[in-house]
């Protein structure tokens, strides 16, 4: 029963900015760490960035500097705002998401996945 929907993704030109999002929904009991992928045709999926429950933060080092990951508990929901955008940048984004769930009285933590949002940086 637990989602992750990404939302937010699209065309922009280079040097422009997109914000992504991620909301996570169902029989939550806790979420965990939250994380941003990417995937770009031919090409392995990659970590763009990650955020824990305690806030802590990593990136990727092609993105560091212009993309910014952060999480509203209360919404439940992961953002990746992305600027400086290059064409390389274009992808398809994935979130993935530790979360805790109930289930028949039992807490069970499972690695969950978005569907992903598409990302087109080109002029």
């Known amino acids: 029963q637990v989602q992750l929907v990404e939302s937010g993704g699209g065309l922009v030109q280079p040097g422009g900015s997109l914000r992504l999002s991620c909301a996570a929904s169902?029989?939550?009991?806790?979420?965990?760490?939250m994380d941003w992928y990417r995937q770009a045709p031919g090409k392995e999926r990659e970590l763009v960035a990650g955020?824990?429950?305690?806030?802590?933060?990593n990136y990727a080092d092609c993105v560091k500097g212009r993309f910014t990951i952060s999480r509203d508990n209360a919404k439940k929901t992961v953002y990746l705002q992305m600027s400086s955008l290059k064409p390389e940048d274009t992808a398809v984004y994935y979130c993935?998401?530790?979360?805790?769930?109930?289930?028949?009285?039992?807490?069970?933590?499972?690695?969950?996945w978005g569907q992903g949002t598409q990302v087109t940086v080109s002029s």
């Open positions: 169902g029989n939550i009991f806790s979420i965990n760490a």
């Open positions: 993935g998401g530790e979360i805790a769930s109930w289930n028949w009285g039992i807490v069970t933590t499972n690695k969950y």
């Open positions: 955020v824990t429950t305690g806030g802590s933060t």
